[in-house]
């Protein structure tokens, strides 16, 4: 015979201020388990979303970064006569050559200074990035000194209103637009004509060229021939998307080490104060189980009562603790990223994953925490429970 | 005294949940004390920053080199004592995607690098070793152990900003001069680079990655900083004069967003902390209402019962906070370990110690203050009213 639920549930409410502090206990250590998960999961989205599936970037050899990446002239020609190539609006090959480096801006709030990556690409670069969208002012005009900063990049960084000019390199830029890449790391660039960053920063090769394919599928044809040829050998040829990813995976990798060193620690806590409640309610109540029993109810009735508490308390707390982390999702943060060398600016994203995991942990630090206490709840003997008041 | 006795006592009437308690308070003084440690192991780099030395980089950014003429120019300018230039190497060893392979690799000056470096101490035979063979390299003691690195040795790796196979002999281990100096670098001579990069890439330019100035005293740095970068303003390449120490603060300052959550998360950890001791001494002062409404009765004034149960809650604080700082030392030694490339230096700083402890104190004052408030207000009669 099963215990009524509604013994379970008064039996919290009965205890308000204890209930209440082992729920807010164990809705602490969720947000911050769920919070972390969030953070790894937001920067895996900005970098991973900046590639597309159909795009496909060259660089050279072992350079792990835009930044110390070179392809030259003749190299990115070669690249534009393949047959993998998409066509543009205007007939020419969809490729973008593009020279990436980084500059110091100061910050808006902290007044430190920060790498931003500025992207010098061809006219191309806009078709084969349709998700970056001019939202103020003009795109820059080819041959001039004009840039256009990112969202984040306008956001966060002093010196870069619409019509101020930035100087770097030898020279002054004018800013001429805002530009809102959904989301991604493109966010946190600066963009401008390739062939005049080159000039300025007196580099003759370019870092990178990135070019849509006809289909994704024809990526591994197109890898194959230009390992073959001898003129592209010091190249490599990587999907955007997994380009992206590798960037990530140092900072990613470090959030998550972190975040499951402090999550482990935490739910201990979080499974003794369980436990410590819990404990006490079966002192409490060894009249109650012992009457309980002598009505009938079995052992493994009391056993489940109890476990049914210790999980209820959980899976309020869980539910609590991803109530106060899904706030964090209107903060955006910003972190150096090892991989590219440069600031990049990010949000908390509350996935329906993230949410099922900080759950499931929840329950989980329940039934860890309320197993032991409702053990000693479901041996208590009958007797003995009875004339314990 | 007798109170005392009283205090202790009931801290054993519930073992398990006194036990639990504390352990709860250790965990958390634990976690609040390797994520103090985390923290600092970010600054590290600052802190260990010498006073009387400055970084003279690109003004763009430092990923742009500086050119070779500039050493002479700034060496006469006034203030400046001794100069030396070095280059970021990056390259690949082994497999990328291990931690462990990667540490910061150096082309230095070999004559005056570890004269402006007396924190690197090199035994004096390695180093004159070192300057005598041109692809001879030294590796900081705490690297060469995590490799198995020793002297004699051969390291190969894969450039990626200067692009081939790179082959150095290990001539030299140095050991930092107390526990703040980073012990994972790899130096090896600037020449070599020079030389290598000449004759794989003809016509590519291998110039200073930046300079590192030697000043008489810190209080000629600013105007050794303005003398140096007003010099270059107007050239190709002109310059940002800082102390090392802002030099290192800007690196810390781009990944300031880490910090500032994992601040966030210790002062979660105090209001856990908090919350599990609460709970533990208002379940116990609720069990006790009875008894101290007879201890009332019996003549005992507020005064005692405010010892009572501050008392019980701070031995409780204070053990959990014992416990977790003995826990902190393996577990930060621990992750060390783990992520042994992201935090060269990982020391428990005494003030953590402080804070820890200290957090807990609180935690124990603050959680008695609710359940002794509603025990000396409490009637008598509604104390002995009670059903326990």
Redesign the interface.
Known sequence: MRIPFSYVWRSLWARR??TA??L??LS??V??FA?VLM?AKGLEATLVDTGSPDNAIVL?????SE??SQVDRGTASILETQPEVAVAKDGRPLLSREMV????LY?KT?N????VTVRGVSPQAFELRPGFRIVEGKPFQFGTHEIVVGRNIATRFKGVALGTEVP???DRWTVVGVADAGGTGFDSEIWADADQVMQS??RPVYSSATFRLKAASQFDAIKARLQADPRSQ?LELKREQDFYREQS??MA???K??GL??TT??S???V??A???M??AV??RTVEVGTLRALGFQRRSVLAAFLVESVLLAIAGGAAGVGLASLLSFAR????NFGS?S?IGFGFALTPSVIASALIFAVAMGIVGGFLPAVRAARLNIVNALRAA | MKLLKIVFKNLFRHRLRTILTMLGIATAVMAFGLIRTIVGAWNAGVEASAANRMITRQSVSFIFPLPLPYRQQIARIPGVDAISWANWFGGVYGDPNDFKNFWPRFAVDPETFYDLYPEYQVPADQLAQFRKERNACILGRKLAEQHGFKIGDVITMEGDIFPGRWEWVVRGIYTGRDQTVDETQMHFQWNYLYEQVQAREPGRPVDAGWYILRVQNADAMPGVAKAVDDQFVNSRAPTKTETEKAFQQGFVAMSSAIITSLQVISVVIVGIILLVLANTIVMAVRERRREYAVLKTLGFSARHLIVLIFGESLVIAACGGLIGLALTFPMVAGFGAALPTFFPIINVAPVTIVLAFGAALLAGVVAAFLPTTRVVRMSIVSGLRTVG
Do not use: C, D, P
């Open positions: 201020l204890t502090l082992t807010g206990g602490l250590v947000f911050v919070g953070l050279r050899r072992a350079a792990g930044l110390v480096v980084v500059i110091n910050k902290t430190g200074m920060s790498n770097f390199a030898g920063f007196g010091s995976q140092a990798k470090f959030i080490i972190l060193v402090v620690i935490f201990v806590g979080a003794i104060g436990m410590i409640t404990y006490a002192a409490s943060v910003s972190t150096l060398f600031e």
